[in-house]
């Protein structure tokens, strides 16, 4: 491979993540506190479909109980910091802890069912731990929510404002994107495609089947639960109905608009996602005064089938072929024009 060609892919893996992350260092200086506290949602639910990501996406296993997992990090930090007066990265880790063994326990009989079987499963999963947040009203506050939630901290620096907040969910979001890259790129994620691709063919070449699905279960459900903890500490307020079945399919879906075949595709889904919903909140009224939340489920429930025929796949290709198309264009630019006073060395040299 010549040295342009080495530059050309350089420049499309990283070019883009530079980028991106400029614009996310910019941005917030630039907007409202309101769209500032979108973009907190957007990151949030970004680290929780980047999980869900790999394990459908990759491992080709559905869930649809996730929201239980972000519950669970949520109620684990209030009652740790809120209750018992902690540290919030006490919190953040009980959750986590919490979810491991939940997941794992969960994960173990679950994940030998397939396709519908599996996703009724999770749903069944997610609806019990909704009843415990319900009925535990000693702990939980039950239907009343649960108050007083203080702002995270972390070696004593406070993220007590928006902007604070901003940038410490979209750095765990990259850091997380970028962790979960690496994982797919490596033995794990090449075991977990070829699970995804056919349960016998990657028994039959000596892949645990059922130890890497449970893996990549408990690591979605880590994601969930750290995100679930953040929010908690940026809402100061939860009740269980903020953790429902409902808000799995709202998971589900970000993953099938941004792409579950791609580490990038939750993240694009859940840009797509917010912004839509909080676009579709301001524009419905107008035209439809007696219309309540129900349009929005109509109109992502379109949207999801026209995904599906349309675009299979997701946002995340096309996005990601328009990106390449716009660097090869520049790189191919360049390698015509030659670097600056090329034609006065060539001329030097006759």
């Known amino acids: 491979m010549n040295h342009s060609r080495v530059n050309d892919l350089y420049n499309r893996h990283y070019g883009g993540l530079f980028l991106f992350i ?3 260092a910019i941005v917030p200086f630039f907007v409202n506190s309101f769209f500032l506290s979108v973009l907190i949602l957007v990151g949030l639910y970004a680290i929780v479909t980047t999980g ?18 972000y519950g669970v990090g949520a109620y684990a930090s209030a009652v740790m910091t809120g209750t018992h007066g902690m540290p919030g990265i006490v919190g953040v880790l009980v959750g986590v802890i919490l979810s491991i063994v939940i997941a794992v326990l969960i994960g173990i009989p679950t994940l030998k069912l397939k396709e519908n079987y599996l996703a009724l499963a999770t749903l069944g999963f997610g609806i019990i731990i909704f009843t415990f947040f319900k009925e535990l009203k000693e702990i939980t506050g039950g239907l009343n929510g649960f108050f007083g939630i203080p702002s995270f901290s972390l070696f004593g620096f406070s993220f007590d404002t928006d902007l604070k907040f901003y940038f410490l969910i979209w750095v765990l979001l990259i850091i997380g994107i970028l962790f979960s890259k690496n994982v797919i790129d490596s033995r794990v ?16 070449i000596g892949v645990n089947i ?7 279960f408990v690591l979605s459900a880590v994601y969930a639960s750290v995100a679930g ?3 908690a500490h940026y809402v100061t307020f939860i009740n269980p109905n903020l953790f429902t079945a409902m808000e799995s399919i709202n998971f589900l879906i970000m993953v099938v608009i941004g ?5 990038w595709g939750g993240m694009i889904g859940a840009i797509v ?17 007696n219309v309540g939340g129900e349009f929005q489920i109509v109109f992502f429930g379109v949207l999801l089938v026209a995904i599906l025929i349309y675009m299979p796949q997701g946002l995340a290709p096309t996005l990601g072929k328009l990106w390449g198309r716009l ?24």
Do not use: C, W
Request: aromatic fraction near 8%; glycine fraction near 10%.
């Open 22 to 24: 400029v614009v996310l």
């Open 52 to 69: 869900l990501t790999m394990l459908m996406g990759y491992a080709g296993q559905i869930s649809l109980g996730h929201a239980a997992f």
């Open 189 to 204: 994620g090449r075991a977990l495609r070829s699970i995804h691709g056919s349960d016998i063919a990657a028994n039959s």
């Open 210 to 216: 059922q130890q890497y699905k449970l893996k990549v």
């Open 229 to 231: 903890s953040l929010y």
């Open 259 to 263: 792409g579950s075949a791609n580490i």
């Open 273 to 289: 996602y917010v912004l839509l919903n909080e676009l579709l909140k301001d524009i419905v009224p107008v035209f439809f005064p």
């Open 327 to 350: 660097v090869g264009r520049k790189s191919k630019k360049q390698a015509v024009t030659g670097p600056p006073n090329a034609d006065a060395t060539v001329g030097g040299s006759k």
